[in-house]
């Protein structure tokens, strides 16, 4: 059974702290690893990972995979109020000919001021 | 087994077609959505339903008809696409609409337009 698992479940942090978010998995025929924040209704995306050790940045946030160990981290430094969201991942992946995507249940981030 | 099911998995169909993609959610939930997810492209929010109603529809063209008899079930029926349309189409629900609310996916149906 495929499945994605992401920790923790809820963080709650102050202004300024780095969080690391973390996703593991278990599947067949990987294809790639995608994150998103989800704030109101629809996730909005952020990084997809294809290839190990290869670190992806977007202002404070930055992400990595590895395909060993099968797993992901998603960091974010310098928290603002405004990162408070759920970050949710999934895997894509291809089955039977057509293409699956696993998504984990995610992790909510809370940042105080 | 994340409690929203979807069905076919995967469907082709040509451009002058009738189709409808059927979400089922077994979790007790008030909303339920529809989103698009193409290749190399964020996901996309397509339709939004609370308690039955549609609450958003996000400039989606009228080849797209969602329905919603219940709050177990969320139709999306389809007629005339466009190649372009083919894609993993998901559906999700989640308790409610306030975004602290987690949205739990279904497996998608992936959608052919030849």
């Known amino acids: 059974e495929d499945k994605v698992v992401q920790s923790p479940l809820s963080l709650v942090v102050h202004e300024g702290d780095t969080v690391t978010l973390n996703c593991s998995y278990e599947?067949?025929?990987?294809?790639?690893l995608l994150w998103y924040k989800q704030e109101k209704k629809a996730p909005t995306f952020l990084f997809m990972l294809?290839?190990?050790?290869i670190e992806k940045k977007s202002g404070r946030l930055s992400s990595i995979l590895d395909k060993k160990e099968l797993f992901s981290i998603l960091n974010i430094t310098a928290t603002q109020t405004g990162d408070s969201a759920v970050y949710l991942c999934?895997?894509?992946?291809?089955?039977?000919?057509?293409?699956?995507?696993?998504f984990g249940k995610g992790t909510k981030l809370t940042v105080n001021p | 087994e994340t409690g929203v099911t979807q069905t076919p998995r995967h469907l082709v169909m040509g451009m002058t077609n009738k189709k409808s993609l059927k979400c089922e959610q077994h979790?007790?939930?008030?909303?339920m959505y529809w989103y698009k997810q193409s290749a190399k492209k964020p996901l996309e929010l397509m339709f939004v339903y609370s308690l039955e109603e549609r609450v958003e529809n996000n400039s989606v063209p009228s080849r797209f008809s969602p329905e919603c008899p219940n709050s177990s079930h969320l139709f999306l029926h389809l007629h005339t696409l466009q190649p372009e349309d083919s894609a993993l189409y998901l559906c999700?629900?989640?308790?409610?609409?306030?975004?602290?609310?987690?949205?739990?996916f279904g497996p998608g149906t992936r959608l052919t337009v030849t």
């Open positions: 599947v067949t025929n990987f294809r790639s």
């Open positions: 979790l007790g939930h008030n909303a």
């Open positions: 999700a629900s989640s308790q409610g609409l306030n975004p602290s609310y987690e949205q739990y």
């Open positions: 999934a895997v894509a992946l291809t089955q039977g000919g057509s293409e699956k995507l696993v």
């Open positions: 294809t290839s190990s050790g």
